[in-house]
C-alpha cells in the first residue's frame, strides 16, 4: 500500500511502508522489480526512477540498512483489518495494512529507546513517504469473494478513514513531513474485473465497466476530501494527491502514441490465449501450466488481470509529473529531485524527451474522448 520517501537537498532520499529511501543511498541504475516472475513492476519502483532514486531492498532482507532505503511492501496487503472483513462477511485477509504498519515502527525503533532518540525522525521529516494506490486491494479482495459493486462500495467511508488515521499515525509517532498518496486506477479498465463484470459492449464503443469506473472515482473523492482535511490540519505536512485515475486514462486513450497496440488494448499480456475477450483466467495465475506471457510485452498495457506491464507503469508515473493536474499540490520537491535525477541513470537527451512525451501526452489528453 504505502510506496517511498523522498528527501530534500542536494541528493533525493526516500521512505515508505512499501519503500523506504535513505539518506546514504548509493548513485546506481535501478533494477526492474518484478513478483512471481512477471514483467510486471511496481509503480513506486518507476516512480523511484523518474526521480533517480535507486531500488529498495525489502526489510526481510539479510544486511537492509535504514539509510540505504527499505521495502515494506507485501503483495495483496489490505488497508481494512481483518475484522473489518468479516463484520461485512468477507473472509479475513492474511496480510493488512497494518502489518506493514508494525513491521515499520519496528524497525524504526530497533537499538533506539525511543524512535525520537534514535535520530531516525529526523530522516523521515527529509523524507517523502509514498503510498501506491492504498484501499486497492481491499476492493479487489472483496470483489473476489463475490461482494457486489454495490455492497464494496459502502466500504469506502471505512477504508478511507483508515488510510487517514494511518497518515496520522505516521505524523505523530514517526514526524514524517511529506507523502505522496495515490489514487486508484479505473478499474473498469482492467481485465481481471472487466471478466469478473462482463458487459455487452457490441452495441457501443466504450471499451470499459462504467460501473467499475464510477466506483474507483467514489474512492477517490473520498480520498481527496480526506487528505484536505488532513492538510487543514496539519499545515506543516506536506501531503499531496497523485492521480493515478487520469494519469492510466491518459496512457490508455494515448496508447497508440506511446507505442501500445489498439488490437491488444484489453488483453493481458501473461494469460491463456482465447480465453474470453481479454486472455484471462480468473483461475489461472501467470506463471501456471497453460498460461504464458507474450513476445511482445512493450506493446501491451495489462500484464495480468490487475496490474500493467512495466512500459504501462512508466508511462503512467511519468505523466504524473506533466504539471497538468496530476497531482495535488504540485511537488515543492521536484526541481531537487530533477537535480539528482539528471546525476542518476536519466541522460540529458532521455530528460529532453521525456519532457516532449509530457507535453504531447498533456494535449493528447485534454483533447481525447472517451476511448
Not at 495515490?182 to 479498465?189: D, E, K, S
Not at 529531485?337 to 493528447?364: N, P, W
Request: a neutral charge.
Amino acid at each position: 500500500m504505502m510506496g517511498a520517501v523522498l528527501t530534500k537537498g542536494e541528493a533525493a532520499k526516500a521512505t515508505a511502508l512499501d519503500n523506504f529511501w535513505g539518506p546514504n543511498f548509493p548513485n546506481r541504475h535501478r533494477k526492474n522489480l518484478s513478483f512471481g516472475g512477471s514483467d510486471s513492476a511496481s509503480t513506486s519502483d518507476h516512480f523511484a526512477a523518474v526521480l533517480g532514486l535507486p531500488s529498495l531492498q525489502h526489510y526481510t532482507n539479510e544486511g537492509v540498512e535504514f539509510e540505504s532505503g527499505i521495502s515494506f511492501m507485501t503483495p495483496g496487503a489490505t488497508v481494512m483489518s481483518p475484522f473489518s472483513f468479516i463484520k461485512n462477511g468477507i473472509p479475513a485477509p492474511q496480510q493488512s495494512h497494518h502489518s506493514q504498519i508494525s513491521a515499520f515502527m519496528k524497525l524504526f525503533y530497533k537499538d533506539c529507546f525511543s524512535f525520537h532518540d534514535c535520530g531516525r525522525n529526523k530522516v523521515l521529516q527529509k523524507a517523502i513517504v509514498y503510498m501506491d494506490q492504498p484501499g486497492f486491494n481491499d476492493y479487489k479482495y472483496s470483489l473476489l469473494h463475490t461482494k457486489s459493486i454495490s455492497e464494496v462500495s459502502k466500504l469506502v467511508p471505512d477504508v478511507v478513514e483508515t488510510i487517514k488515521s494511518s497518515i496520522e499515525q505516521l505524523i505523530k509517532d514517526a514526524e514524517a513531513k511529506h507523502f505522496v498518496v495515490t489514487g486508484i486506477t479505473p478499474m473498469g479498465c482492467l481485465p481481471g474485473f472487466r471478466t469478473m463484470f462482463p458487459e455487452d459492449d457490441n452495441s457501443r464503443k466504450i471499451k470499459y465497466h462504467k460501473g467499475l469506473n464510477l466506483f474507483a472515482t467514489l474512492h477517490n473523492d473520498h480520498l481527496w476530501q480526506a487528505l484536505e482535511e488532513l492538510r487543514l490540519k496539519y499545515t506543516e505536512v506536506e501531503i499531496i494527491y497523485a492521480d493515478y485515475y487520469k494519469a492510466l486514462m491518459a496512457v490508455v486513450r494515448n496508447h497508440a502514441f506511446l507505442g501500445f497496440k489498439t488490437k491488444t488494448l484489453m488483453k493481458v499480456c501473461c494469460g491463456s490465449a482465447g480465453c474470453g475477450p481479454f486472455n484471462f483466467d480468473p483461475l489461472k495465475q501467470c506463471g501456471e501450466k497453460g498460461v504464458v506471457a507474450c513476445s511482445d510485452r512493450a506493446s501491451h498495457i495489462h500484464w495480468d488481470g490487475f496490474r500493467l506491464t512495466v512500459e504501462a507503469s512508466k508511462n503512467m508515473i511519468d505523466t504524473l509529473f506533466s504539471k497538468k493536474g496530476f497531482v495535488f499540490p504540485e511537488f515543492k520537491f521536484e526541481q531537487d529531485l530533477h537535480v539528482a535525477a539528471a546525476k542518476g541513470h536519466h541522460s540529458k537527451v532521455y530528460g529532453l524527451f521525456r519532457d516532449g512525451l509530457r507535453h504531447l501526452l498533456e494535449l493528447h489528453a485534454n483533447n481525447a474522448v472517451d476511448y
